[in-house]
C-alpha cells in the first residue's frame, strides 16, 4: 500500500458513484415497473432504495468534505518516520543492525571503524558520518553514551538525524520505529 490510501481512497469514492448511480437508475425503473407490482411490495423496494441512497449519500459527503479517508494518521507517522530514517542512516548496516536491536554490533562497528581511522583505511567524512549514524542508534536503543560520545554526537549531528530523534520520539514506541527501520533495510538491500 505504497499510495497509503490515496488511491485507495479514491476507489471508494469512485465505487461509491457508481453505486449511487445504480440505485437512482433502480429508482427510475421502479417507477417505470410500479403497475407491474403490488402496492407493498413497491412502497418496499423504494423504501430500501431510498435508505440505500441516504447512507451512500452521507458517505459520499463524508468523503468529499476530508472528515473520511483510507489515509489514516498512522500512515502518515509512517511516513514521517521513514523519512526521517532515510535521511539521517546512509549506511545500510547500521539500519540493519538498528532495525534487529543490535547493541553490541553497533559497538562493535564502532571500534572497528576508530582502527580504521587510525590506519587510514576510512576517510574522516564517512568515519563522522557513520559514527554520528552508530551513536544515534545506540541512543535510540537505551544504550549510555560515554561523554565523549555525547559531545561527539553534539558537533556532529545534522538536520536528519534532529529530525529522526523528533519524529521517532513523538511516535512513542521503539517497536514502531524499528518495525520501520526494518522496512528501510529490505529498500537498502534491493
Keep these: 500500500m505504497a499510495s497509503r490510501g490515496t488511491t485507495e481512497t479514491s476507489k471508494l469514492k469512485q465505487n461509491l458513484e457508481e ?4 440505485l437512482m437508475q ?3 425503473d421502479l417507477e417505470e415497473c410500479r403497475e407491474e407490482l403490488d402496492a407493498d411490495e413497491y412502497e418496499e423496494t423504494k423504501k430500501e432504495t431510498l435508505e440505500q441512497l441516504s447512507e451512500i449519500n452521507d458517505s459520499l459527503k463524508k468523503i468529499m468534505s476530508g472528515d473520511m479517508t483510507l489515509v489514516d494518521e498512522l500512515s502518515g507517522m509512517q511516513l514521517a518516520i521513514q523519512a526521517a530514517i ?18 553490541r554490533q553497533l559497538r ?45 554526537l553534539s558537533a556532529n549531528a545534522g538536520a536528519a538525524l534532529s529530525q529522526f530523534e523528533r519524529v521517532s520520539t513523538d ?15 529490505e529498500k537498502a538491500k534491493q
Design 108 to 152: 562493535t562497528r564502532l571500534a572497528e571503524m576508530d582502527r580504521d581511522l587510525m590506519v587510514g583505511k576510512l576517510g574522516r567524512d564517512l568515519y563522522t558520518q557513520q559514527k554520528v549514524e552508530i551513536l544515534t542508534a545506540l541512543r535510540k536503543l537505551g544504550e549510555k553514551l560515554t561523554a565523549d560520545d555525547e559531545m561527539f
Design 26 to 28: 433502480q429508482l427510475q
Design 171 to 185: 511516535l512513542g514506541s521503539g517497536d514502531k520505529v524499528f518495525a520501520l527501520a526494518s522496512v528501510e533495510v
Design 19 to 22: 453505486q449511487l448511480d445504480r
Design 86 to 103: 532515510s535521511q539521517a542512516f546512509k549506511t545500510p548496516e547500521v539500519i540493519r543492525m538498528f532495525a534487529k536491536k543490535q547493541p
